[in-house]
């Protein structure tokens, strides 16, 4: 009877914990729950029209006036511009490349659909993608890293080199041209679809247009990414980014915070793109230019004729006046980069090292940039720069009487030399 007694105790208390414990749980997860709920709430507008692109993306037309980024309160007062008051002249007479690519990339979701006139489309963001971050308030920006003194007291390229090497956690191979103001930049940049090892790795090829030094910047930067931690799949993917403060609180990918403002209803930030290169085979590329206006708002255009939108002026700080830094190339963000081995073998570009060159590196091709004479030119002082160049590297391509053309890239961890 005793016995019976003390083990109907236990088993009571045993019960209770359990109860407990489960109360504690439910209150937690519905905590989360609410805040996954409010924030998607936030960066999901009503939409007017909603498209399901064979790929998995959903991709909703926005009313233009109520797009995300005027929740910004810095745009509070903000007068949308519907076109640039700038025009952009080529130099002349403009040199060729001989380089036989196609232009004919587009984005996967507009064969489902288009978005009717006075909308946006905007990459529905869901909660697998919400569930993948850390933290909710970082969700869509590129993890922080830590402060470092920067070398740099007069901005020079080994400088810049300098600082580049203290990112432990980014390997850039670029090509990057300074010493005057620059209001825009442009480039075709060759489609690839390289791989991603690990699951908080991402590939970039894209342009950075910065001021401040490498320690304290504000860049904003365009290009295309594999991303599968943001986006939730390994697909090539046209992205925008912005940050004032060097990544730390400003900024994020694409419209996945408040800022960037769309104008066009053809593209849609995040979005695939399609076909992707192949060695030995058809090259794919697409042209990105980004621009400043009279206002001091930053235009993002790509294949030559599509204003996709801007960032605002009032996002910004001194880069609303001008950059005073380009860089084009690729980036791979990995915890294993620069560290001991074994090397991430997230691959950059085309996967291919930079001397394998057309057909089989990742090029860029018409490297031009903007400045007060407002016509488009090659850049005067550029340089080229890779942190690891065993495992990723870059080549600017200089031939006599012909258009400069930038090879980079690389696999990654490929013994002997990327360990
Ligand atoms: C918007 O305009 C009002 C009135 O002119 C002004 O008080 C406010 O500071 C402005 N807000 C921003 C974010 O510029
Ligand atoms: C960075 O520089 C500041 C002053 O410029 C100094 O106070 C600080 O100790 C330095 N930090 C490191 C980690 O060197
Ligand atoms: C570049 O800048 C660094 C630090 O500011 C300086 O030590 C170096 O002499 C400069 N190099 C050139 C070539 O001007
Ligand atoms: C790189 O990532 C590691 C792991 O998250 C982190 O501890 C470190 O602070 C990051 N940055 C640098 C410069 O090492
Ligand atoms: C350009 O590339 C395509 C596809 O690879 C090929 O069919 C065509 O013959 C090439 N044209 C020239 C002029 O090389």
Known sequence: MWKYNVAMLLLWVFTL???????????????FEREIEAKLKLLNKPAVKSIRSENGDIIDCINIYKQPAFDHPALKNHTIQRVPDFLLKSESPSRENSLNASSDVFQTWQKSGSCPEGTVPIRRILKEDLLRVSSLDRFGQKPIEPFFNSTTTNLNFSSLDADASYFNNRSDAHLVTLGYNYIGATANINVWNPKVERPEDFTTAQIWLKTGNGREFESIEAGWVVNPKLYGDTDTRL????????????????????????????????????????????QYEINVGIFMDNGGNWWLRVKDRIMVGYWPAELLGNLRHSATLVQWGGQVFSYAVKTDPPHTGTQMGSGDEANGRFGFACYMTNVRIKDYSKSLKYPEYVHTYAAEPYCYNALNDVQYGKDPVLYFGGPGRHPPYCL
């Open 17 to 31: 914990c359990i109860i407990l414990e489960l109360k504690v749980e439910a209150k937690a997860s519905s905590h």
């Open 239 to 282: 992205f925008a980014y912005w940050t004032k403060d060097s990544y730390k609180t400003t900024g994020c990918f694409d419209v996945t915070c408040q800022g960037f403002v769309q104008i066009s209803s053809e593209m849609a930030l995040g979005s695939t793109l399609q076909p992707y290169s192949a060695p030995f085979n058809q």
